[in-house]
């Protein structure tokens, strides 16, 4: 019942315009005023407290509605009509007026501790969003005693009917179907009482931390394994590339020597001083199996080193001028 009454206690579901208590309060002053002129002598206090009385009679017959209001008039009990805002006419003693607010409104409702249909469980926080329907505003007073309240019932009952037959999955990345569904089974429902649902919004999935500890758990695993996946797919097409390479190193010798040359100059293009070990297959395949052509290229790569050498024995002489200053 608490729950019932926070979703609309604080709306004036609807407001009656009274009549009657003007005519009176007109009459008492008219009769006061006249007499208390009549007992002073003061002709003018009389006039004056008996046009007040009038004119507080008077109103008793008009009202005015707002422009988001719409009013329906009962008289004698019955349904008379519906108007609009503005000023408007009424009879005293006669006629009820019965006004509602036809603005859009918004609403909460929850569906609690809801199993689904693979038995997670689930609360459900939503939002529903809806108005009166302008020219039917007469229906949302006489069809139903609150439409607050009856609109919160069947929205969180047909919320927790949707959940028990969803998947959990399917809340998680099927929330706008969901939304759509509930929208339409409410929209049907509300449409006999003048009231048109504009949306239904789920706001949150709420389950237990155990669960969403394991979810999360899992949700890693299967990252992982993709990952996994990728790199076995990676490594193939590597595979695939050294496969189709192999190919055109073994119908082009020249290009074989090439490439082997370019790896032992890649090798030793940066360290003058590193030692690197050349298989003889290697070296014959690019043509240094002749003892003249080592011995010359042995002599380029010396040469190609000295001027490194000579520039770390210069560095080594200035430490130790540096470090001897006598």
Known sequence: MSATRSFFSFDRLVSQKGSGSHVIAGLVVLILGVAFGAAVGADFIGWAFAAIGIAIIISAFLMIIKQYERAVVLRLGKYQRQVGPGVQTRIPFVDSILVVDIRE???EFKAERMLTRDNVPVTIDAILRYRIIESRAKDSILNVENFNEIIQQVSQTTLRNNIGSSAFQDILSK????????KTIIAAEAANWGIEVTGVEIRQVIIPQELEAAMSMEAQAEREKNARVKYGESEVQVARQFEEASRVYENNPVAYALRQSNMLYESIKVQGNTIVMVPSESLNAIGFGNLALTQAYLEN?????KPHQQQ????QQQDKEAANPE
Do not use: L
């Open 175 to 182: 929330r706008e179907e969901i939304n759509q569904h509930v």
């Open 312 to 315: 770390q024995q210069q560095q």
């Open 105 to 107: 409104k918004v609403r």
């Open 301 to 305: 790569t010396k040469k190609a080193a």
